[in-house]
């Protein structure tokens, strides 16, 4: 069932990975339009830049836990994890001739519940 808290959290998620979105998109096309880096590097600090960020944010806000390096090894596990299920709903819905963006739409669904809670009940989970 879900509580008041376990709802505060997963609002607090959703906006810090809109925002993360955002710097993520920010920051691969600044480093590629406006300093010509090439798309691979540019994407990889992006993606860097914006993970750090949302590790942060979540931790101290919505689920309000200590920054520590295991919780950040653990959120860039999940993240990974994210981003494999990402590139398989693409193939998936390539392999069923669909558009890509029907893969990507897929994961825009499914993986913020996901990603909640494999963070929620690994990554951020205190000992009771």
Known sequence: M???????????FSLIGVANTLIHLILVTGLVELLSVHP??????AFISANVFSFWANSRWSFRVAVTSQRYI???VVSLLGLAISLIA???SEALQW???????????????ITFLAHRNW??????
């Open 40 to 45: 691979l590097p540019a994407n990889g600090l």
């Open 90 to 92: 693409i193939a998936i």
């Open 99 to 113: 558009h890509y963006l029907a893969g990507v739409f897929l994961s825009f669904i499914f993986l913020p519940l």
């Open 74 to 76: 653990r959120f860039l």
């Open 2 to 12: 879900l509580n008041r808290e376990t709802g505060r959290q997963f609002t607090g």
């Open 123 to 128: 990554t951020w989970k205190t000992p009771d």
